[in-house]
């Protein structure tokens, strides 16, 4: 599953929207994947995500795969709107 | 007995012993490893070691601070639970080294990848990496690092430099007063000494080298002296001094209730100044006349993003609410310079006190400047709103800035917000350029605050941070006080207040030389509002002004010290 949305909030994915992203996906079993500029870092790791340095405006791809994928992907989604990370595109 | 001398930036005397903020030994050899199962196993132990402490930090940090200033910690639990960096320390151990050398290897990996991104906030970032990595060496070590928040006894705190957060995160139940080997009177460790009200000498150079942890020391943060294992004669002076001190404290406390008013009956404002909504109960406590300079950037600083205008127009709210009507200067968000945030990215500069800076800064980036506008705007209903913009140069910045004022206060009344009718709108004047065209601003504005701090460094050309040139900045120079005294002027000239929030407005010195100007408002930090209340109780104007013109030929800043201390300061 895939899902490509847009960074709208002001620092871009710093500390505290990643933890925030981070958080809502380690308890899931599956794997989960951030692409960004042709790069793609493990969604679990905030050292990987944060070190994308993801800017405002930026387009980013959440993409997961594994048995719990769809429940995944609609917290994350839910994540990024109601926290105003981002909006989907 | 040993003493050391340093600068005193916030009075007071204090008796406790050393608390060193050192850094630990943390030195580690490369070790092969046999047992690695062992050696993972000590490794996850420290990282669960580590969570714990996060955890209680974040506790305290939330109680304390509240939830934006805590992400920071949350965010440190998760890099102990990070896949990625967990996986390269654990690949590293099932090589055969030991857990502290995995560790130092994959943190200096990451370090060096997030110092890779051209991006400041990111490469600030590194911090936290070295701040959580430390934490688990300290622990593979068996080594304590040294933590602020478990304090439990009365202790001085002896650092090498404290940030603006750390101090914020002192404790005065425990903390009696601190010293640093580097900073000044105006760096920020410095104003919030001040605001606290403990002793603080800084600028000491040698202090963490000769101090050790546990010595017992008497502070005497008002001449800048450091005294370690004192002999009894000199304990026995100093407890003197502390009586004495005790004694005009409470002969200041008497002015807590009266009006700040001359001897000759002349009424003027004496208020405070501040960083946080909570520092207002430190200004009402002492009766201050209102609040001459709220500076707004403590609003941003410290967290990980721009607040938004609900935070800041519940802040301004409270501020303006605890304040009871009385009157309240704002001063819009000044970055820049010194004041970095991390989340914001400023450029590197050559010169960054001449360079991108405070109301600048803001008409470059106006969608965070309305915001901060309509916060005001929409505080303003609730009590005796002034605002302020700092830094201004030109008559251009501030047409620029109120026109912006005005179109989001058109706005918000078109979307049904009450938004008061009085407020005031000035300027802090600070560069010499708009001191010396007061008379052309003073038809716009309806007030002027001398943010001396700032102009004193810009008159001399003398940065106050820079310990080579500090002899020049000078508060009584003939050209810093012929500057204040055109701004007085021209202000009156057109019906227009005066106030002063720069550290001169509680300079004892200073003092009768701002009353015989004419000086409206003095404003400064809450523990030399008494201070002040009772000394211009002593004098009288009438008398100060027929000073005034021998004051402004005399050539030099210690000719006028001189002067003033011999002619005007008045001693029971």
Same mark, same amino acid.
């Given at each position: 599953m895939k899902k490509t949305f847009k960074i709208t909030t002001p620092?871009?994915?710093?500390?505290?929207?990643?933890?925030?992203?981070?958080?809502? @996906?380690?308890?899931?079993?599956?794997? @989960? #994947?951030?692409?960004?500029?042709? %790069?793609?870092?493990?969604? %679990?790791?905030?050292?990987? @995500?944060?070190?994308?340095?993801?800017?405002?405006?930026?387009?980013?791809?959440?993409?997961?795969?594994?048995?719990?994928?769809? %429940?995944?992907? #609609?917290?994350v989604t839910d994540v990024i709107i109601t926290k105003g990370i981002g909006e989907e595109c | 007995m040993l003493e050391i001398q340093g600068i005193a930036v916030s009075e007071g005397i204090a008796f406790a012993n050393a608390y060193c903020l050192m850094e630990p030994d943390l030195s580690f050899k490369k070790v092969t490893i046999v047992d690695v199962p062992a050696e993972l196993k000590r490794f996850k132990a420290a990282v669960v070691q580590s969570k714990r402490e996060l955890q209680e930090i974040y506790t305290i940090a939330h109680t304390k601070f509240g939830d934006e200033e805590a992400a920071i910690f949350a965010a440190h639990q998760l890099l102990l639970e990070d896949p990625e960096m967990l996986a390269a320390?654990?690949?590293? !151990?099932?090589?055969? !080294?030991?857990?502290?050398?995995?560790l130092d290897e994959a943190s200096k990996m990451f370090i060096a990848m997030f110092e890779g991104i051209d991006n400041v906030y990111m490469q600030e970032r590194t911090a936290d990496i070295r701040d959580v990595s430390k934490r688990l060496l300290a622990h593979l070590l068996g080594?304590?690092?040294?933590?602020?928040?478990?304090?439990?006894?009365?202790?001085?705190? *002896?650092?090498?430099?404290?940030?603006?957060?750390?101090?914020?995160?002192?404790?005065?139940?425990?903390?009696?007063?601190?010293?640093?080997? !580097?900073g000044g009177r105006t760096s920020h460790s410095a104003i919030l000494a001040r605001t606290l009200g403990i002793p603080a000498i800084v600028g000491t150079k040698t202090a963490t080298q000769i101090i050790k942890q546990?010595?017992?020391?008497? =502070?005497?943060?008002?001449?800048?002296?450091?005294?370690?294992?004192?002999?009894?004669?000199?304990?026995?002076?100093?407890?003197?001094?502390?009586?004495?001190?005790?004694?005009?404290?409470?002969?200041?406390?008497?002015?807590?209730?009266?009006? $700040?008013? $001359?001897?000759?009956?002349?009424? *003027?404002?004496?208020?405070?100044?501040?960083?946080?909504?909570?520092?207002?109960?430190?200004?009402?406590?002492?009766?201050?006349?209102? !609040?001459?300079?709220?500076?707004?950037?403590?609003?941003? =600083?410290?967290?990980?993003?721009?607040?938004?205008?609900?935070?800041?127009?519940?802040?301004?709210?409270?501020?303006?609410?605890? =304040?009871?009507g009385k009157p309240t200067i704002v001063r819009t968000l000044d970055i820049g310079g010194d004041k970095n945030l991390p989340y914001f990215q400023l450029p590197t500069?050559?010169?960054?006190?001449?360079?991108?800076?405070?109301?600048?800064?803001?008409?470059?980036?106006?969608?965070?400047?309305?915001?901060?506008?309509?916060?005001?705007?929409?505080?303003?209903?609730?009590?005796?709103?002034?605002?302020?913009?700092?830094?201004?140069?030109?008559?251009?910045?501030?047409?620029?800035?109120?026109?912006?004022?005005?179109?989001?206060k058109k706005l918000l009344q078109n979307e049904g917000f009450i938004v008061s009718e009085t407020i005031e709108v000035g300027i802090m004047i600070e560069i010499p350029s708009a001191a010396m065209i007061a008379d052309l601003f003073a038809k716009e504005v309806d007030f002027f605050s001398i943010g001396t701090n700032d102009l004193i460094q810009y008159t001399l050309a003398t940065d106050r941070?820079?310990?080579n040139v500090s002899y020049l900045y000078q508060p009584y120079h003939p050209a810093v006080l012929r500057l204040i005294k055109t701004v007085i002027d021209a202000a009156h000239h057109h019906g227009k207040w005066v106030g002063m929030c720069g550290e001169m407005a509680g300079d004892e010195v200073a003092i009768p030389i701002l009353l015989a100007f004419g000086l409206d408002e003095f404003s400064m930090t809450a523990s030399s509002i008494l201070k002040t209340r009772a000394q211009i109780a002593k004098h009288s104007q009438k008398d100060l002004i027929q000073h005034t013109e021998r004051i402004l030929i005399l050539s030099t800043a210690s000719e006028v010290e001189d002067y003033v201390r011999k002619f005007l300061l008045i001693h029971d």
């Open positions: 620092e871009g994915l710093h500390a505290r929207p990643t933890a925030l992203l981070v958080t809502a @996906v380690t308890p899931f079993e599956c794997d @989960v #994947q951030l692409a960004y500029n042709d %790069k793609s870092v493990n969604l %679990k790791s905030i050292m990987g @995500v944060m070190a994308l340095g993801i800017t405002p405006e930026s387009i980013i791809t959440i993409s997961a795969e594994g048995t719990d994928a769809e %429940k995944l992907m #609609q917290t | 320390i654990e690949a590293k !151990i099932h090589t055969g !080294i030991n857990a502290e050398y995995a080594v304590e690092l040294t933590d602020m928040s478990h304090l439990s006894s009365d202790v001085i705190i *002896v650092a090498e430099d404290l940030t603006p957060s750390m101090t914020a995160q002192i404790d005065t139940k425990y903390v009696k007063g601190f010293i640093t080997d !580097i546990g010595t017992p020391i008497i =502070m005497d943060g008002i001449n800048g002296k450091i005294i370690l294992n004192a002999t009894p004669e000199i304990s026995q002076f100093y407890v003197r001094q502390q009586q004495i001190q005790s004694q005009l404290q409470s002969e200041f406390d008497q002015f807590r209730s009266l009006p $700040s008013i $001359s001897a000759d009956g002349l009424h *003027v404002e004496i208020a405070g100044n501040i960083g946080k909504p909570e520092d207002v109960d430190m200004i009402t406590s002492v009766g201050g006349d209102g !609040i001459g300079l709220f500076r707004t950037e403590f609003l941003y =600083m410290e967290r990980q993003e721009l607040p938004n205008e609900e935070e800041q127009f519940t802040a301004y709210r409270t501020v303006l609410e605890k =304040m009871q500069e050559m010169n960054p006190f001449l360079g991108y800076r405070a109301i600048r800064i803001c008409l470059s980036h106006p969608e965070m400047f309305r915001t901060q506008l309509r916060a005001l705007l929409r505080a303003s209903a609730f009590g005796n709103l002034k605002i302020m913009f700092p830094m201004i140069a030109t008559l251009d910045e501030f047409r620029m800035a109120k026109a912006l004022l005005l179109e989001e941070m820079n310990e």
